[in-house]
Nanobody, 127 residues
Framework: QVQLAESGGGLVQTGGSLTLSCTASGRTFNTMGWFRQAPGKNREFVAAINWGDGPTYVTHFADSVKGRFTISRDYVKNMAYLQMSSLKPEDTAIYFC???????????????????WGQGTQVTVSS
């Protein structure tokens, strides 16, 4: 059974940076992504990286994080990273790593498109 495990969360000041890591135990997916959930709010899409069946990566970002967050993947280590910069208090949430098999017509922002989820890691941005 493929599992995902996040790490790297923590407390950071406004304007600071943080990198989250996600380690996968298998390779049954072609997309890894990040969602977040703040208290009292729905889980929302943050970013995703898709590699289809080849070496080319395609990335997707929520408008709220474009220009501040980047997503990357290490194929050898079977890991994905979410580099976050210029963090704001509204970025405070539990961040979940996710995996699934998606294509160019998929809705990357829809949680139901993904069948693998990590346990989440807390990110707190202080003002």
């Amino acid at each position: 059974q493929v599992q995902l495990a996040e790490s790297g969360g923590g407390l950071v000041q406004t304007g600071g940076s943080l990198t989250l890591s996600c380690t996968a135990s298998g390779r049954t997916f072609n997309t890894m992504g990040w969602f977040r959930q703040a208290p009292g709010k729905n889980r929302e899409f943050v970013a995703a990286i898709n590699w289809g069946d080849g070496p080319t990566y395609v990335t997707h970002f929520a408008d709220s994080v474009k220009g501040r967050f980047t997503i990357s993947r290490d194929y050898v280590k079977n890991m994905a990273y979410l580099q976050m910069s210029s963090l704001k208090p509204e970025d405070t949430a539990i961040y979940f790593c996710t995996g699934g098999r998606l294509d160019s017509n998929s809705d990357y922002a829809r949680p139901t498109m993904y069948n693998l989820w990590g346990q989440g890691t807390q990110v707190t941005v202080s003002s």
